[in-house]
């Protein structure tokens, strides 16, 4: 469908006003990107809400999946999430093509077991960290196992959910990324610089 010129209108100024709402709290708020595109971010933790504002802010349309929404209330757990929108796990995906997955590792399979035919051909990105160092497969790696037609992108696992949401945090910028696939690693690289971290493009999954 076609939108009006009305249409466009309202939604550029609608943008303008969170800008500046965002502005007034202390929030960085950048352009939004040329390409526009909706992000899922599939979990509820303090991770996951910090990734969504940080998404939000850099000009992307965020959804946020959770196995229970109706018992989540994110307006009430933090500021500047009430333009977020949150959903099922299975309508985050039908919206969602690129999709972060901030759920522990060990809950991959109980958590997208259910979605497993609708992942395929989408972009996952693995935020997840290991409590200590595996001697089979890395996170990203099980989970590009359990979703063969899926692409895996491992990012953003290093960036702690306060130095996500607060951009005067003094920690490093750097967002390292590691994917068997070249295209999507440019893709997420280009996202991490719309959201102010520096990429830094490892290769394959043999270095996650």
């Given at each position: 469908m076609i939108e009006?010129?009305?249409d466009m209108n309202s939604k550029r100024d609608y943008f303008i006003w969170t800008k500046q709402f965002a502005e007034l709290k202390g929030c960085t708020v950048m352009?939004?990107?040329v390409n526009d595109r909706t992000v899922g971010v599939i979990g509820t933790g303090n991770f996951a809400r910090a990734l969504a504002k940080r998404l939000y802010?850099?000009?992307y349309d965020v959804v946020i999946g959770s196995r229970k929404p109706n018992e989540r209330n994110i307006m009430a757990i933090g500021e500047c999430l009430c333009d977020i929108t949150l959903t099922s796990i299975d309508d985050c995906i039908k919206q969602s093509k690129l999709l972060f997955l901030a759920v522990h590792a060990e809950n991959y399979k109980d958590c997208l077991s259910r979605h497993f035919d609708r992942l395929n051909d989408r972009i996952i990105v693995d935020v997840s960290n290991r409590d200590s160092p595996s001697k089979t497969d890395s996170n990203a790696e099980y989970l590009q196992?359990?979703?063969?037609k899926a692409t895996v992108v491992k990012a953003f696992n290093v960036i702690s959910a306060y130095a996500m949401e607060d951009e005067s945090v003094s920690s490093s910028k750097q967002v390292f990324l590691a994917s068997n696939d070249v295209a999507c690693r440019e893709r997420i690289s280009s996202m991490a610089r719309d959201m102010g971290f520096h990429p830094v493009d490892l290769g394959g999954f043999e270095v996650s």
């Open positions: 009006s010129e009305a352009d939004k990107p802010y850099a000009g196992n359990l979703l063969p």
